[in-house]
């Protein structure tokens, strides 16, 4: 690492060796150079105005308002666009459409592409253009004379700035990263140092690994996204073959949670009369389980030759799928009154056991006044059945209250009682060609067998980046 940090310092220094050589306007360098010295100043200061004091103590207005003008300064700085030595902006990278290969496969235009379409997500999720403008009216803001008259008023007017100037930082040092390492490689080719260029190249790899995690953490920054969550099948009309349909749907979702990490817990299940599930609920455990599932709510549409029909002739069957959160104790809406709840108990049913159909130890749980019900009938006791089934129904009626208050706020949500058998957002085809295809976003691949069998990544991902495009018309 050390020596990557002198070849560094020896490549920079050769880099401002020929700007200042090649430069004919002074004015011009003087106006970089003066820039560049603002930029680093503002990287090097507190986010929080706070910490430049002693805890017990009070700026002084006239220090404050220093320290303020320097802070606007800074947010000019980093409000400005960035550039290579040769003019090459994050714009620019996407606009040369330079091909993504895989990571290992990758040259520096692959992993800078793939670098800077994080980089352009997350400003997108941060509503960058509109951020820019905010920070510009609280620096106005807080460059008056009069600011500390109301000190309450300018404590928080500069806690917001600087949240506001941490999160353009820390977007902005990745792409000034990205675009010094790029200038590295093209002045360690010019001074055919190869060490140094496969050293770029490495940490160029590492920030592409690195931008699509912080690109995944500003998609997934709703409100309850980081919470586990339920999912529910629904077989459709079409009897046996929706069945069928609809359990293979339940085992697409079993095996992507599995492939995340994820727990998975069977919370319900009504098996078909010949094959599949009529419906089913599982628990999935784990960071972000809603906000990744939360894209396959709406139904799921499959056309094959049935395995059912004598005749092989091509069907088409529909599953509906619902994601709901679990919200936990602290995060409920709505409170359940023993008085409005009817439980029965039954008979658990299954393929056989020691213990099926000799005791009723399965529950279902009824919201008199929603209707709302929920079912457990796979735990052990009458008790553990009945505990899930309450877990479970909590979660529906939070999720109907969320609806509701969306409602009210006239902002469209889609939840359990959106679901209708016209909001199809996926076709899966298995005859007379192969193809799975996301009716949202235009997403397609050419292998279904993939895609059943739980690598679903790739169409959620897809999703959550096209969501962004509606927050933007918003």
């Not at 060490?195 to 309850?224: T, Y």
């Not at 009458?382 to 208050?405: C, G, I, W």
Request: overall charge negative.
């Amino acid at each position: 690492m050390a020596c990557l940090l002198r070849k560094s310092l020896r490549t920079k220094a050769l880099f401002l060796h020929k700007l200042v050589g090649n430069s004919s306007d002074s004015h011009q360098t003087l106006a970089s150079s003066s820039w560049f010295w603002c930029r680093q100043l503002s990287l090097s200061l507190p986010h929080k105005t706070t910490t430049c004091f002693a805890s017990n103590s009070i700026p002084s207005p006239s220090f404050s308002n220093a320290l303020l003008q320097i802070r606007f300064w800074a947010s000019e700085a980093a409000a400005t666009e960035l550039s290579t030595s040769d003019g090459l902006t994050v714009q620019r990278i996407l606009a040369n459409n330079w091909t993504i290969l895989d990571e290992h496969d990758g040259d520096w235009r692959s992993h800078a592409t793939a670098i800077a379409q994080s980089i352009h997500l997350i400003k997108r999720r941060l509503q960058w253009e509109k951020l820019k403008v905010r920070l510009d009216m609280l620096s106005f803001q807080l460059g008056k004379e009069d600011l500390w008259d109301d000190p309450m008023l300018a404590g928080k007017l500069s806690r917001e700035h600087g949240s506001l100037l941490g999160k353009m930082k820390e977007v902005n040092a990745l792409e000034q990263e990205l675009l010094e390492h790029i200038d590295m490689i093209k002045l360690a080719r010019e001074e055919n140092d190869a060490d140094l260029e496969s050293e770029s190249l490495k940490v160029l790899l590492n920030m592409r690994r690195n931008a699509k995690e912080k690109e995944l953490e500003a998609l997934l920054a709703g409100e309850h996204d980081s919470c586990s969550c339920y999912i529910e099948v629904q077989a459709g009309a079409g009897g046996t073959e929706s069945m069928d349909w609809a359990a293979m749907v339940m085992q697409m979702y079993k095996s992507w949670a599995q492939r995340r990490g994820y727990k998975v817990t069977v919370m319900d299940e009504m098996p078909g009369e010949i094959a599949g599930i009529k419906r089913a609920t599982i628990k999935v455990d784990g960071e972000f389980a809603f906000g990744y599932a939360k894209a396959e709510i709406g139904v799921h549409r499959l056309v094959r030759i049935s395995p059912f029909d004598s005749n092989k002739r091509r069907h088409t069957s529909f599953a509906a799928v619902a994601v709901i959160p679990i919200l936990g104790d602290g995060s409920t809406h709505v409170q359940i009154n023993e008085s409005d709840l009817r439980i029965e108990r039954f008979r658990a049913g299954g393929a056989g056991g020691q213990h099926v159909n000799t005791t009723e130890s399965a529950v279902r749980i009824v919201h008199i006044p929603t209707g709302v019900t929920a079912t457990c009938q796979n735990e052990r006791s009458q008790h553990q059945n009945k505990a899930s089934a309450m877990a479970v129904l909590q979660s529906r009626l939070d999720q109907l209250e969320m609806a509701r208050q969306a409602q009210l706020n006239a902002k469209h949500t889609q939840s359990l009682t959106d679901i209708t058998w016209g909001s199809q957002i996926r076709s899966y085809v298995l005859h007379p060609y192969r193809m799975v295809k996301d009716l949202r976003t235009n997403y397609e691949v050419s292998d279904p067998d993939s895609v059943l069998e739980g690598d679903l990544d790739s169409f959620i991902l897809s999703y959550l980046s096209a969501s962004l495009d509606k927050d933007d018309d918003a």
